[in-house]
């Protein structure tokens, strides 16, 4: 094994690490809701990564908030991280302007200065 492949290794392993604490540090509810959440794909040279949600995860209706909230704040907490592909297996999670009728909003994020969140759908 060569020096360059070790060295490589050790920080894909780093990386993966820094991921998984990632999740457990901002998303605690996945688990103790009954869902989780895996890496099925990291590749340290492109900055991508593949979070597959699942358990309680698949089918819940808030999983769509939950991954477009995943996507945006791994990019910004780790900066080796440059895009995150996330879905719950049950198909392709839709784009945020696909969301039947509802994008989520998360407080201080987005052009205005409201930070009452998403709006009820009723």
Request: proline fraction near 7%; hydrophobic fraction near 30%; include cysteine.
């Amino acid at each position: 094994m060569s020096t360059d492949s070790a060295s490589s290794d050790s920080e894909e392993s780093e990386l993966q690490e820094r991921v998984v604490n990632f999740l457990r540090r901002n998303f605690p509810q996945i688990q103790m809701h009954g869902g989780n959440a895996a890496i099925q794909r990291l590749d340290p040279d492109s900055g991508e990564v593949e979070i597959q949600l699942g358990g309680a995860c698949s089918g819940c209706g808030i999983s769509p908030m939950t991954i477009q909230a995943i996507k945006s704040r791994m990019v910004k907490e780790i900066p080796e991280i440059n895009e995150v592909h996330a879905n719950t297996g049950q198909g392709a999670e839709p784009d945020m302007g696909e969301t039947e009728g509802m994008s989520p909003s998360f407080p201080g994020e987005g052009g205005d200065d409201s930070d009452e969140g998403p709006q009820a759908p009723f």
